[in-house]
């Protein structure tokens, strides 16, 4: 049985059956089943790698580092890579975003067994200067806790990712 409604996308009264996605097509319920609609606003990113990062953990002069993704107020989190200071994480994440003047921030963190996780380094970008559609491949120097501060000179290593901001306006 197939229906369509004002919503953008399909709609199933059965929802085992129904193909959904955790982001990007979002489930909506309606009055008489369950669907999914396709959003407006679609970040696609991709944590590729980090490289010359900081050894936090001074017993084994390495880090176990991770990715903290914050963005249109989701948190998402990489895997973690145990005793690595150039990790390769390929991960790939969709974020919907609704509010045009969003900001995606990533924050590289040590993973640790007692206590708080340590801050490595971080990158912040606006969305709204990405919003052509098209796909940015690049690689950040990261930043330090305060991101507005510009004398912060030390080295925390780099992040290289890759994303599309896509917006569909109807």
Request: hydrophobic share 35%; charged share 25%.
């Amino acid at each position: 049985y197939y229906k369509t409604s004002l919503y953008q996308g399909e709609w199933s009264g059965i929802p085992f059956l129904t193909s959904l996605r955790p982001h990007g097509e979002g489930l909506i319920i309606f009055l008489d089943g369950w669907g999914y609609a396709k959003e407006d606003k679609v970040l696609y990113l991709t944590i590729i790698a980090c490289r010359h990062l900081n050894a936090a953990d001074i017993a084994t002069g390495a880090a176990d580092p991770y990715c903290e993704i914050k963005c249109n107020g989701m948190q998402l989190q990489t895997s973690i890579k145990w005793t690595n200071l150039n990790p390769k994480w390929h991960e790939n994440f969709e974020i919907d975003v609704t509010n045009p003047s969003a900001k995606l921030n990533i924050i590289v963190k040590d993973k640790d067994y007692f206590g708080s996780d340590d801050f490595m380094g971080q990158i912040e970008l606006k969305l709204s200067e990405f919003s052509d559609g098209k796909t940015y491949h690049a690689t950040y120097q990261l930043k330090g806790e305060v991101i507005t501060q510009q004398d912060d000179d030390e080295d925390r290593g780099e992040i290289e990712i890759r994303y599309v901001y896509e917006v569909w306006y109807s």
